[in-house]
């Protein structure tokens, strides 16, 4: 298995995860890769895309993984030869099975570019005991939320808010996060959202997925 870390930046912001991953399908085709595909009437590439990103967001740590055994060095070559730079790889892993990121991501670090004048206001959301938040679905266009028990940590520098949410099985749009910040009277730029890490739970304990891979595989290569 090969685990591949990118970004996705730019125009990519605005492609849907299921238009990413045909993307990605063609990209890896492009490498001319071995990577396996599923058996049946109607095969397809066996690559999983992991936790999926809230359109209009950016990253500079997703990842995906893929049924394939190679050389890290060269598949992370490869794909960014092929790939487009608004997705460049910056990290690969080798491992003998799927460490399985879709299942296991259960939080994520996300950077919010804002203007925040009160900035004991912001961090001191972590420990209200209810944050209520405007969280409208398909189902109902008028939804709310409390988000306060999916909140990790929240940090607010000169130019940005870093803030910690629930991701994975539950999740918490950071949208719809950086939405009630301007309720609040704080500076958004919308265009500004990016997640920069992910975590996965070990022994109770918050893990940087890069920190989790590096243990899991055996192989990695960065650049």
Request: with cysteine; hydrophobic share 40%; glycine share 6%.
């Amino acid at each position: 298995m090969i685990t591949l870390k990118y970004c996705k930046k730019d125009a990519m912001r605005y492609v849907s995860h299921i238009d990413g991953m045909r993307n990605q399908m063609r990209a890896m085709r492009r490498t001319g890769l071995d990577v396996k595909f599923s058996q049946g009437f109607n095969p397809h590439m066996l690559l999983n895309m992991g936790v999926t990103l809230p359109l209009g967001c950016g990253s500079t740590a997703e990842y995906m993984t893929m049924d394939l055994d190679c050389d890290p060095k060269v598949a992370l070559e490869l794909y960014n030869l092929k790939s487009a730079p608004t997705l460049a790889a910056s990290a690969c892993w080798l491992s003998d099975r799927s460490p399985n990121l879709a299942g296991n991501v259960v939080a994520a670090d996300y950077r919010i570019r804002a203007y925040c004048p009160d900035k004991a206001m912001v961090e001191g959301i972590v420990d209200l005991p209810s944050f209520v938040i405007d969280y409208p679905s398909k189902k109902d266009p008028h939804g709310v939320k409390d988000i306060a028990p999916l909140i990790n940590a929240i940090r607010v520098d000169d130019d940005y808010i870093t803030v910690g949410l629930a991701a994975g099985n539950t999740t918490v749009k950071p949208d719809l996060f950086a939405k009630a910040l301007v309720k609040m009277g704080v500076k958004v730029d919308m265009n500004d959202v990016v997640r920069i890490r992910q975590y996965v739970r070990q022994n109770g304990v918050l893990t940087d997925a890069d920190e989790y891979l590096d243990a899991f595989c055996k192989e990695s290569y960065r650049v």
